[in-house]
């Protein structure tokens, strides 16, 4: 079986290659190939697979190509993980945000406006391109913000893009552990959109063991979410929410941490993935040595990830129990094996909503539980969402599709439209006044007018 990533240069790729090295079941995935436009990234994550490959019966070969076309031909699963702009781009997004009193984070607020109207013209000239050259290929996007461009994708492949994010996994593990219960053995009650959405339940043994935790002050505030969100509030909304509602809730705090800070987290990640890469690439490197500095890299992000957030909450440093991911590359690994050889799952995706959540329409791309079976990703019933979420739900959703409108008319009232509706944007003047400093700093938006 051949899969083929797209932005194979990419910083995460080696997570996914490590899934993919400890399977060993019949139909496993045989060939890798990297597209990447940076030849330097490129080299750069040859040499970490190929460290992580050493010693490694049958590892499945790598290979690298900067031809699109090339790099589809063949492909029985494309991941898609691009970043367009770069990490300098999401630093641009953060830094005109703040500079108008915004959030800029990359898939939240602002930030998340001006990626998407990068990102959505290539994304869709990628489905398209896959469409023609790899028609049979199913398509998992990681390319964020992954609810949007997922949805983007589904307009030329349909059902067979699935979106897949971490967030929903991680906190789900979490709570399960909390609670005492296997995570593969718990049913998680999650709804909503990608970066927007709650755990209503948890349950165990067809019982929902949610409240019980709820009413547990002390277990609540022993893991992530439960310190960033307090217990009070929590047990106020009934709910467990994603660590990205926190910039909803929380949205003077973390704006007012993001402007304190030395530096915002896209320019940290600029700046440090500068110094992987040029370590990573350099000649002469001994066997392990390029892996030894992703490895040290990685445990760095990971430590710092959110670390504005935490302080505007007070609650210090990660625990070393939230600093396991939610294992996105295993998401992606457990649904390639579902479609690829008919083992069916359990996983949270972004699909489209088929009546899933009567709020929204058909079309939608939501984030739900989902089975997963040869035929793709089936989303299952869910209850209605409280007023409150669905409010949120439906305005965040309008945004995505005033992105997706301007992306395809290039139009700057449809782009304009997409900041001044979006929640954490509070006014059209300033809304008006980010679009021209976004326009201003990125090549990929000359085609607004």
Known sequence: MRLTILGGGGFRVPLVYGALLGDHAEGRVSQVTLYDEDPGRLSAMARVLADQAAGVPDAPAVSATADLDEALRGADFVFSAIRVGGLEGRAADERIALAE????????????????????????????????????????????????????????????????????????????????????????????????????????????????????????ESFEEGRLFGADWLRSIGAVPNEYLHYYYFNRDTVRAYQKARQTRGAFLRDQQRGFYAEAGRPGQRPGEALAAWDRTRAEREATYMAENREAAGVGERDESDLESGGYEKVALALMRAIARDERATLILNVRNRGTLSALDAQAVIEVPCLVDANGAHPVAVAPLPLHAAGLVTSVKAVEREVLAAAASGSRADAVKAFALHPLVDSVTVARRLLDGYAAEHPNLAYLR
């Not at 990102?119 to 869709?124: E, F, G, I, K, L």
């Not at 990628?126 to 028609?135: D, Q, V």
């Not at 913000?145 to 929903?168: K, Q, W, Y």
């Not at 909390?178 to 927007?196: K, M, Q």
């Open 101 to 220: 009193g915004v959030l800029g984070q990359e898939t939240v607020g602002a930030g998340g406006i001006a990626y998407g109207l990068r990102t959505v013209p290539v994304a869709r000239e990628i489905a398209r391109r896959i469409a023609r050259t790899a028609p049979e290929a199913w398509v998992i996007n990681f390319t964020n913000p992954a609810g949007v461009v997922t949805e983007a994708m589904a307009e030329e492949l349909g059902d067979r893009v699935i979106g897949i994010c971490d967030s929903p996994v991680g906190l789900g593990r979490r709570i399960a552990r909390l609670l005492g219960a296997r995570p593969e053995e718990a049913w998680i009650d999650y709804v909503g959109l990608n970066h927007l959405g709650w755990v209503r339940g948890l349950h165990i043994g067809g019982r929902d063991e949610l409240p019980r935790l709820l009413a547990d002050t002390e277990a609540l």
